[in-house]
């Protein structure tokens, strides 16, 4: 599924690592965890004047056509009002600014709001979390985006383009082969219909991967509670290593066209926000296309198993 070139580095190890489906690579270096650049995390105090706050939040934030906001437990969700996406809506989670430790609740009514404001929508969807300010979140109030457009993500479509040709090349679809061949490897954390592993040619850092059995976001429904449960325990490790910002993108096809495509869930750790605005993406991650990742997934799985 994928190949491993080790270099050594003295006195370090760096593996370059590349996915035979789509092509992916990254580099993985251990060593640079020495550096020790993840600062701990301070939560900030509510600011003034943050539209999703409770006291904003219906005067501040726009309405759908029909002139209603879609209201699911304590989440509010709203059109984008600087939108990048043919169709683009907002998520606020809860009305706390400042979180220590989400619901399952909060994060189940969070993804049903997401999945009414998407389904009207034409296109291919994805549901993407950036959480905190060094994950590339403009306002830190925990929130939600959905995304509709007429063409797919990069990654998604990379996956979805491939996918088909290996379908019909082997027979059997690629995440079927991805579901044999991590449920017994090292970088395997839990589930059988939500596949939860560490992705072993990673897009960022700490990547943990979920293969749904359902390709369109219609399907989603019956997964989102047992999902929302499950992205708790992903957030809870990551918070065990110290870090809290994240970026998370749940990827669906336009229709359920069996091309062997599954939904599949993204999420990587970031740096924690510092006052220094350092950064854990550089001329590598963007420019290259090239990820340099300090975790071995297969460290990844064996942290996971000990907690």
Known sequence: MFTVTEIRTSPHLLQ?????????????????????????????????????????????????????????????????????GEWHTVTVITRRHVVDTFSRREIADALSGQLE????AEGYKSINWNYLPSAGASITHPHLQ????????????????????????????????????????????FGDELFWYANPVPLGEKEVRCILPIATLEEFTAYIEPFAEDLLKIIGMYRKFGT???????????????????SICSIISRINPNTLSMSDSAFMERLHLEPVILTLPESLGDFFRKE
Not at 245 to 259: H, I, P, V
């Open 16 to 84: 370059m690592r590349e996915e035979r489906l789509t092509g992916h690579r990254c580099k993985i270096s251990p060593g640079r965890l020495d550096r020790g650049i993840d600062s701990p995390y301070h939560p900030q105090n509510t600011p003034e004047n943050c539209p999703f706050c409770t006291e904003r939040i219906f005067s501040d934030t726009p309405v759908f056509p029909d002139g209603t906001r879609i209201c699911r437990g304590e989440s509010i969700t709203v059109p984008n009002l600087f939108p990048f």
């Open 117 to 120: 404001s998407l389904l009207k």
């Open 146 to 189: 959905g995304l509709a457009d007429r063409r797919a993500p990069v990654t998604a479509e990379r996956y979805i383009t491939a996918g088909l040709h290996y379908l019909m090349k082997h027979g059997r679809t690629y995440w079927e082969d991805v579901r044999s061949f991590e449920s017994g490897s090292p970088r395997y954390l």
């Open 244 to 262: 809290y910002a994240f970026n998370m993108s749940l990827f669906f096809d336009k229709s359920n066209g069996k091309n062997g495509f599954s």
